[in-house]
């Protein structure tokens, strides 16, 4: 049974820090692109970044370049994304996936977690 099981939401201020992970189980995901998305309410899902496990190749959108990092730990078959100078617009239910098409579309993905709300506020 495949599992993608995020954890590490909470609450943060603007311009604080936070990291989530994403423990994968279940199947060999050395050939898929693990990306993170997020949804904000009323919002589409959108994409935020990605990772091959091979290799360490990431992909960013642009609206989080230069404050979030994209890493993966293969023995522990798990992928992390630092946050840091969060906004109130970075405010939203971050998802893990997992992509053999290599894609970073959101209708591409072949497996999804359940999610991990992320909130910036004072």
């Known amino acids: 049974q495949v599992q993608l099981v995020e954890s590490g939401g909470g609450l943060v201020q603007p311009g604080g820090s936070l990291t989530l992970s994403c423990a994968a189980s279940g199947r060999t995901f050395s050939r898929y692109l693990m990306g993170w998305f997020r949804q904000a309410p009323g919002k589409e899902r959108e994409f935020v970044a990605a990772?091959?496990?091979?290799?360490?190749?990431?992909y960013y959108a642009n609206f989080v370049k230069g404050r979030f990092t994209i890493s993966r730990d293969n023995a522990k078959n798990t992928v992390y994304l630092q946050m840091s100078s969060l906004k109130p617009e970075d405010t939203a239910i971050y998802y893990c996936?997992?992509?053999?098409?290599?894609?970073?579309?959101?209708?591409?993905?072949?497996?999804w977690g359940q999610g991990t709300q992320v909130t910036v506020s004072s």
């Open positions: 990772i091959y496990w091979s290799g360490g190749v990431t």
């Open positions: 996936a997992a992509d053999s098409s290599h894609s970073r579309l959101v209708r591409r993905q072949d497996y």
